[in-house]
Structures are given as C-alpha cells and as structure tokens.
C-alpha cells in the first residue's frame, strides 16, 4: 500500500514538473516557433509550383534564367556577335535582350504594340477573350481594333458583339471596364522593336515574361519558340 501511494506521489510529482515546462515555453514562446517552424517544414516543397495569370510559377526559375542566357548566346553566335554581359539576376524580358545586344545593333529607334490579349474567367466559371489589334496606316497612324469572344463547351470562340464605338480606337476606360466582367488569368502581348540600321525584333511576352523572339536582319534570321527552352531555338 505504500509503495502504491509512493508511485503515486512521484506520477504526481512528474505531472506538475512537466505542466511547468510546458507553462514557461508557452511562455517564452519556443512552443509557437516550434510549431511554426514544423508547419514551414511540412508545406514548404521546392518542387511545388501555383498557378498564377494562367503560367505555372514557383519553380526553377534559376534554370529558366539560364536556359534564356543561353538561347541569348545562341542569337549572339547566329549574328557573329559577341554582346554585353548581363547581370546574374537579370529579368527575362525584352529589355534584357536589348541592352545585351545595344552595342551590336545599336539603340532601339522604333518599339510598337501589334496586339494585346487577355484571357479572362467569369464569377460563373466561364472563360472570356479579349484582344486588342493594332495596326499602322500608310500615313504612320496606328489604328486600334478591340475583338471580345465567349469560350463554348468545346473551346471555340464565339463573338460577343460590341459597340462600333467600343470597337473602333477604343480608349483606356472601354478596356478596363471589359476586363471588370472577370478575374485575368492571362495576358499576352506582341510588338516590334525597330534598331537603327532597319535590324527588328518581334517577341511576344506572356504574363510579364519574355516568351517568344524572331530576330531579323539582312544576312540571316534567328527565332525561339520559347526562349526558356534553348532547343526550340533556329538559326536561319
């Protein structure tokens, strides 16, 4: 009997030692961190990646770094040219291809817009289209055209007709008000960059990045499907 009342006093004994313990770290905080630092380690995964304007994001955006050095050193030995060196960190995006190539070709004299789209999804869950045309007269006038479709079952696009005066030249307030009827998931945008001796550069961007490139000048012509992926790029 009193060896069970001893065992008793020593549980009772280790009990409160132990709710001290916990008291002071709750206390001191260590428990939070603890936990906190547990969780980090359990969603953290270096592989996993989200979904953000339609374009997957989060990955190895160090290796997509380099795979755009690369198919930039690819157009350098197409034109027999060296270029400048860029930094580490540098953006992929057209700006970076042009100060790399500033003083092969020279400064941009001439950059325009072709055309602009936006890939939109309704509260409902439908998608929706927008893209904005434009195109330069003979006299030098650029001239807007706004298109806006409906996406079936089956993935084809359907024209929602609009306004002739949302249509033609249409300003700034008719497109916001157009990208109001859902949440952009996506945007793309394609121009041309004239240089000062008539060599261009016409790319298209996706979501802010450097996607696409044809390169053009008088002996040879140099393209990337996807300027992240060196193989889709042609010399010709």
């Given at each position: 009997?009193?060896?069970?009342?001893?065992?008793?006093?020593?549980?009772?004994?280790?009990?409160?030692?132990?709710?001290?313990?916990?008291?002071?770290?709750?206390?001191?905080?260590?428990?939070?961190?603890?936990?906190?630092?547990?969780?980090?380690?359990?969603?953290?995964?270096?592989?996993?990646?989200?979904?953000?304007?339609?374009?997957?994001?989060?990955?190895?955006?160090?290796?997509?770094?380099?795979?755009?050095?690369?198919?930039?050193?690819?157009?350098?030995?197409?034109?027999?040219?060296?270029?400048?060196?860029?930094?580490?960190?540098?953006?992929?995006?057209?700006?970076?291809?042009?100060?790399?190539?500033?003083?092969?070709?020279?400064?941009v004299s001439q950059q325009s817009d072709r055309w602009v789209y936006w890939g939109l999804r309704t509260r409902e869950g439908n998608e929706r289209r927008l893209r904005l045309e434009l195109t330069e007269t003979d006299?030098?006038?650029?001239?807007?055209?706004?298109?806006?479709?409906?996406?079936?079952?089956?993935?084809?696009?359907?024209?929602?007709?609009?306004?002739?005066?949302?249509?033609?030249?249409?300003?700034?307030?008719?497109?916001?008000?157009?990208?109001?009827?859902?949440?952009?998931?996506?945007?793309?945008?394609?121009?041309?960059?004239?240089?000062?001796?008539?060599?261009?550069?016409?790319?298209?961007?996706?979501?802010?990045?450097?996607?696409?490139?044809?390169?053009?000048?008088?002996?040879?012509?140099?393209?990337?499907?996807?300027?992240?992926?060196?193989?889709?790029?042609?010399?010709?």
């Amino acid at each position: 009997m009193a060896i069970r009342k001893q065992n008793r006093t020593i549980w009772v004994l280790a009990a409160v030692i132990l709710l001290m313990l916990v008291v002071f770290l709750i206390r001191d905080g260590q428990i939070a961190q603890m936990l906190q630092t547990n969780s980090q380690s359990q969603s953290t995964d270096p592989t996993s990646s989200v979904e953000q304007f339609g374009d997957r994001v989060g990955g190895n955006q160090t290796q997509d770094r380099q795979n755009f050095f690369q198919s930039l050193d690819l157009l350098a030995a197409c034109f027999q040219v060296s270029g400048s060196a860029l930094p580490e960190n540098a953006a992929i995006g057209i700006d970076s291809l042009l100060q790399k190539f500033q003083a092969d070709f020279g400064s941009v004299s001439q950059q325009s817009d072709r055309w602009v789209y936006w890939g939109l999804r309704t509260r409902e869950g439908n998608e929706r289209r927008l893209r904005l045309e434009l195109t330069e007269t003979d006299s030098g006038k650029i001239v807007k055209e706004l298109h806006y479709f409906s996406v079936d079952q089956n993935g084809q696009q359907v024209a929602i007709e609009l306004d002739p005066q949302k249509t033609k030249d249409p300003n700034d307030e008719v497109i916001s008000q157009l990208l109001k009827d859902g949440e952009v998931f996506t945007k793309e945008r394609a121009a041309v960059a004239f240089f000062q001796d008539l060599d261009r550069v016409e790319y298209i961007e996706k979501d802010g990045e450097l996607l696409e490139i044809k390169f053009f000048n008088d002996n040879h012509q140099f393209q990337c499907a996807n300027v992240k992926n060196p193989k889709s790029c042609q010399c010709q």
